[in-house]
């Protein structure tokens, strides 16, 4: 009798996980897509009295941007001026992982990744410049919430899986 209890209590314990991680990935995408619907994809971000042109590049020093305040002291990030199209949205990351140590934050929208914009085979695309990139510090340009946002990034080992600890969903 005793070890058909223990039995029902494993099971029941194991479902309660699988609800709990069920729960926590809903919840994930449900962050993505009001992010989605906060960040509306548009052909430019215009500031008054800033005169920008598409060949401008938003991953250099020379970017226009301010700082934004109450950020992480460790994060290079800056909100950025200027025609953005982006390609992927940041779907999932892990706590603790390079993506979210260097200021990337899900519902993210990728415009420039290192040298990877727009185009074909991105997952590819992606793949390889997170590779090349290894162990350096990369310009990542996204769309959080309307603005554009310049980021530094390092893709690196670290305990979790990939060199990012992130998805991207090709949009």
């Not at 215009?46 to 109450?70: H, M, R, V």
């Not at 779907?91 to 185009?119: C, M």
């Amino acid at each position: 009798m005793q070890a058909h209890v223990f039995t029902h209590f494993i099971i029941a314990s194991e479902l309660r996980n699988d609800y709990e991680d069920t729960t926590e990935k809903i919840n994930q995408k449900i962050q993505v897509l009001h992010s989605a619907k906060l960040a509306p994809i548009s052909d430019s971000i215009k500031d008054p009295g800033l005169n920008t042109q598409e060949g401008d590049n938003l991953g250099t020093s020379s970017s226009f941007g301010n700082p934004i305040a109450g950020g992480s002291n460790s994060m290079d990030m800056e909100v950025v001026v200027g025609s953005s199209r982006p390609f992927a949205m940041v779907d999932e990351i892990t706590e603790g992982s390079p993506a979210a140590t260097d200021g990337l934050q899900l519902g993210d929208q990728i415009v420039k990744f290192g040298n990877v914009e727009i185009g074909e085979n991105l997952l590819q695309r992606l793949a390889a410049e997170a590779q090349i990139n290894q162990g350096h510090a990369m310009p990542v340009v996204v769309i959080r919430q309307g603005a554009l946002i310049n980021l530094t990034v390092k893709p690196r080992s670290w305990s979790g899986h990939g060199l990012l600890g992130s998805h991207f969903r090709i949009l």
